[in-house]
Protein backbone atom coordinates (compact mmCIF):
# COMPACT_ATOMS: atom_id res chain seq x y z
CA UNK A 1 0.00 0.00 0.00
CA UNK A 2 1.48 3.60 -0.52
CA UNK A 3 1.89 5.59 2.60
CA UNK A 4 2.59 9.48 3.11
CA UNK A 5 5.10 11.41 5.50
CA UNK A 6 5.09 14.76 5.61
CA UNK A 7 8.07 16.91 6.91
CA UNK A 8 9.60 20.11 6.65
CA UNK A 9 6.74 22.32 8.59
CA UNK A 10 8.14 24.52 11.28
CA UNK A 11 8.27 28.34 12.98
CA UNK A 12 9.21 30.56 10.48
CA UNK A 13 9.06 34.75 10.27
CA UNK A 14 6.92 36.62 8.21
CA UNK A 15 8.39 37.00 4.52
CA UNK A 16 10.77 33.13 5.34
CA UNK A 17 10.82 30.09 3.70
CA UNK A 18 9.92 26.93 4.31
CA UNK A 19 10.32 23.72 2.07
CA UNK A 20 8.01 20.90 2.67
CA UNK A 21 8.56 16.88 1.63
CA UNK A 22 6.42 14.31 1.14
CA UNK A 23 7.81 10.97 0.85
CA UNK A 24 5.94 8.13 -0.46
CA UNK A 25 6.81 4.25 0.47
CA UNK A 26 5.42 0.93 -0.62
CA UNK A 27 4.71 1.88 -4.12
CA UNK A 28 6.11 4.35 -6.57
CA UNK A 29 4.86 7.50 -7.41
CA UNK A 30 4.91 7.58 -11.01
CA UNK A 31 1.88 6.72 -11.54
CA UNK A 32 0.45 9.30 -9.09
CA UNK A 33 -0.75 12.92 -9.07
CA UNK A 34 0.39 14.85 -5.87
CA UNK A 35 -1.61 17.31 -4.04
CA UNK A 36 -1.06 19.71 -1.36
CA UNK A 37 -3.59 20.42 1.33
CA UNK A 38 -3.68 22.34 4.34
CA UNK A 39 -6.19 23.27 7.56
CA UNK A 40 -6.27 26.29 9.71
CA UNK A 41 -7.72 26.96 12.88
CA UNK A 42 -11.35 27.42 11.95
CA UNK A 43 -11.38 27.35 8.32
CA UNK A 44 -12.02 24.42 6.15
CA UNK A 45 -9.26 22.19 4.65
CA UNK A 46 -8.05 23.66 1.02
CA UNK A 47 -6.50 22.41 -1.50
CA UNK A 48 -3.23 24.72 -2.29
CA UNK A 49 -1.29 22.67 -5.32
CA UNK A 50 -1.29 19.80 -7.60
CA UNK A 51 1.22 18.15 -9.84
CA UNK A 52 -0.34 15.39 -12.02
CA UNK A 53 2.11 12.21 -12.97
CA UNK A 54 3.35 13.57 -15.97
CA UNK A 55 4.68 16.72 -14.08
CA UNK A 56 3.41 18.85 -16.89
CA UNK A 57 0.26 19.99 -14.89
CA UNK A 58 0.49 21.72 -11.51
CA UNK A 59 -2.41 23.65 -9.70
CA UNK A 60 -2.10 26.40 -7.26
CA UNK A 61 -4.87 28.19 -5.35
CA UNK A 62 -5.13 31.94 -5.71
CA UNK A 63 -3.71 33.10 -2.79
CA UNK A 64 -0.03 31.31 -3.03
CA UNK A 65 0.35 31.51 -6.73
CA UNK A 66 3.65 33.31 -7.33
CA UNK A 67 4.85 32.09 -3.71
CA UNK A 68 4.59 28.34 -3.53
CA UNK A 69 6.26 25.88 -5.65
CA UNK A 70 5.20 22.07 -6.68
CA UNK A 71 7.88 19.79 -7.67
CA UNK A 72 8.36 15.83 -7.59
CA UNK A 73 11.23 13.77 -7.46
CA UNK A 74 10.14 10.32 -8.76
CA UNK A 75 13.24 9.13 -8.66
CA UNK A 76 13.29 9.21 -4.80
CA UNK A 77 9.81 9.26 -4.47
CA UNK A 78 9.38 12.49 -2.77
CA UNK A 79 7.52 15.39 -3.51
CA UNK A 80 8.02 19.21 -2.59
CA UNK A 81 6.26 21.90 -1.49
CA UNK A 82 8.95 25.20 -1.90
CA UNK A 83 6.79 27.82 -0.04
CA UNK A 84 8.35 31.50 -0.11
CA UNK A 85 7.20 34.65 1.12
CA UNK A 86 5.17 33.35 4.09
CA UNK A 87 2.29 35.34 5.77
CA UNK A 88 0.95 34.46 9.21
CA UNK A 89 -2.21 33.67 6.81
CA UNK A 90 -0.47 30.50 6.05
CA UNK A 91 -0.16 29.24 9.12
CA UNK A 92 -2.35 25.79 9.22
CA UNK A 93 -1.41 21.57 9.52
CA UNK A 94 -0.27 20.63 5.82
CA UNK A 95 -1.15 17.54 4.58
CA UNK A 96 0.02 15.46 0.95
CA UNK A 97 -2.40 13.15 -0.74
CA UNK A 98 -2.35 11.11 -3.55
CA UNK A 99 -4.65 10.33 -6.61
CA UNK A 100 -4.28 8.14 -9.49
CA UNK A 101 -2.55 10.26 -12.59
CA UNK A 102 -4.81 13.29 -12.66
CA UNK A 103 -5.34 16.57 -10.41
CA UNK A 104 -9.35 16.21 -10.82
CA UNK A 105 -9.96 19.37 -8.74
CA UNK A 106 -12.25 17.30 -6.04
CA UNK A 107 -10.91 16.68 -2.75
CA UNK A 108 -12.80 12.58 -2.24
CA UNK A 109 -10.33 11.80 -5.71
CA UNK A 110 -7.12 11.82 -3.26
CA UNK A 111 -7.01 7.92 -1.46
CA UNK A 112 -3.58 8.51 0.34
CA UNK A 113 -3.12 11.26 2.93
CA UNK A 114 -0.38 12.02 5.33
CA UNK A 115 -0.35 12.78 8.75
CA UNK A 116 0.26 16.41 8.14
CA UNK A 117 3.40 18.53 9.17
CA UNK A 118 2.52 21.80 10.90
CA UNK A 119 3.76 25.38 9.54
CA UNK A 120 3.33 28.20 11.80
CA UNK A 121 3.97 31.88 10.44
CA UNK A 122 4.78 34.29 13.30
CA UNK A 123 6.85 37.09 14.32
Known amino acids: QLQLVESGGGLVQPGGSLRLSCAAS????????IGWFRRAPGKEREEVSC????????YYMDSVRGRFTISRDNANNIVYLQMNSLKPQDTAVYYC????????????????WGQGTQVTVSS
Open 97 to 112: AAQERLCLGVEYAYNY
Open 26 to 33: GVSLDNYA
Open 51 to 58: ISNTDVST
